[in-house]
């Protein structure tokens, strides 16, 4: 988990309902929680000690006006994105590296806002091997839902704004 996270490229989902699969609900979510933590505090090191001064560097002090300055704003940030599923969880700690977000207010935030969702990948991957098909096959429509409705709805939202008519 903690190298799916560290390397972009890999998914973790199949991961962490592998995770699920083999260690059941409760110990699946404890390796899930500490593996994703662990990955993402790394990202974010490696993007604070690799990458912050250079963008500082290249865009001045303005790369933390705003709300991007703000503490409280970045770790709702940081704790949001991590409880919805279809952000990259990757993409965030290394943006979260980049900005000035205290390192222990990142750390708090993922650990909290990880826990949710490590429950429920760990719960799908153990009732999908459960050797029982109507529990299986309710985990297995039951992630298609959590993974599927964003997505239908931000299909849907960007389907009515090309289609709402321009009354300027």
Excluded: C
């Excluded at 994703?36 to 993007?47: R, S």
């Excluded at 965030?92 to 000035?100: I, M």
């Excluded at 799908?124 to 409705?149: D, I, K, M, Y």
């Amino acid at each position: 988990m903690t190298i799916a996270i560290v390397a972009t490229p890999i998914p973790s989902a199949p991961i962490a309902l592998a995770a699920g699969a083999a260690y059941g609900h409760a110990l699946g979510t404890v390796y899930i929680v500490v593996g994703a933590e662990l990955g993402a505090l790394i990202a974010f090191a490696l993007a604070r000690f690799l990458g912050r001064d250079a963008l500082v560097g290249w865009l001045g002090r303005k790369v933390d006006a705003g709300w991007l300055g703000s503490q409280n704003a970045l770790t709702f940030t940081v704790f949001a994105s991590r409880l919805m599923p279809f952000i990259s969880f990757d993409i965030v700690s290394y943006a979260a590296g980049l900005s000035r977000l205290h390192f222990w207010r990142f750390a708090v935030a993922t650990l909290v806002g990880i826990i949710p969702a490590s429950f429920v990948l760990a719960h799908f991957g153990g009732e999908a091997t459960s050797g029982n098909l109507v529990r299986a096959t309710w985990a297995v429509l039951g992630l298609g839902l959590v993974t599927g409705l964003p997505l239908l709805w931000m299909a849907m939202r960007r389907r009515s704004e090309k289609g709402a008519p321009d009354h300027g």
